[in-house]
Each structure stands twice: as C-alpha cells, then as structure tokens.
C-alpha cells in the first residue's frame, strides 16, 4: 500500500513539473555558482511566437525540464521589460545565451528548436 502512495505522489509530482526560472539575471548567477551549474538566458518578447513555442511546447517536454534542471539555472529576460545585461545582445527573440557561474558567455544558440535539436544544443554547453 505505502509503495502505491509514493508511486502516485511521484506521479502527480511528475504532472506538476515545471520549469524553474530564476528571478533575475544575478539571482541566476548566485545559484549557479552554489549549485555548480552553467546559466541558460532566454531572451525573448511579449507576442514572440518563436519564444511561446519554446515556452509551451519545449520547456513542457519532460526531457527537456530534466536536462536544464540537471545542468543550468535558467533566467528568463524580456527585452522590452527587464535589464539586459551588456554583452547579451539580440537580434531577434528568443536568443538563448549560455553562460559559467561567473557569467562568462560559452555559447549562443538564436531562434527557437524543436525538442530534439534543443536538447543537442543544451548538450553543447553543459558541464
């Protein structure tokens, strides 16, 4: 009976999960270097249709939500809202920007990636 309750609340907390962004740019570097992962910067803007397939479609596969759970801190900036730091330029939404727990950029992928080629590119830049 106990191993039923677990794996149902394993489950229902697999239907829950989403992805984890952090709140700004330096609270994405902070736990970056805790945690000893690499920083995934989405750039994007509101009515972006590239950057809402990536939000509802890529972000909700499952191995996709483990692979950047498992290696980054994602943060995601809007343009038009939220500073952009220098150095992390566009041009056109969503840029994805890759970065150390130092915010050194290592890699830049620009545009939006169905599910396989998104997860060749997080593979890319991972620790």
């Not at 962004?21 to 736990?31: G, I, K």
């Not at 995934?40 to 996709?64: H, I, N, Q, R, W």
């Not at 343009?79 to 150095?87: L, M, Q, T, W, Y």
Request: proline letters at 5%.
């Amino acid at each position: 009976m106990g191993k039923i309750i677990l794996a149902l609340s394993l489950l229902a907390s697999c239907a829950l999960a989403e992805l984890k962004w952090a709140p700004s740019y330096d609270a994405a570097l902070a736990q970056a270097k805790k945690e000893h992962k690499n920083v995934m910067v989405m750039l994007s803007k509101e009515g972006c249709p590239a950057c809402d397939y990536m939000t509802d479609v890529v972000f909700e596969e499952k191995m996709v939500m483990s692979d950047v759970a498992k290696s980054y801190v994602p943060v995601h900036l809007d343009v038009h809202n939220d500073f952009i730091p220098e150095g992390l330029g566009y041009i056109g939404t969503p840029t994805f920007h890759f970065l150390d727990a130092t915010g050194k950029k290592i890699g830049r992928y620009d545009g939006a990636a169905n599910v396989p080629n998104f997860m060749g590119i997080l593979g890319k830049y991972k620790k």
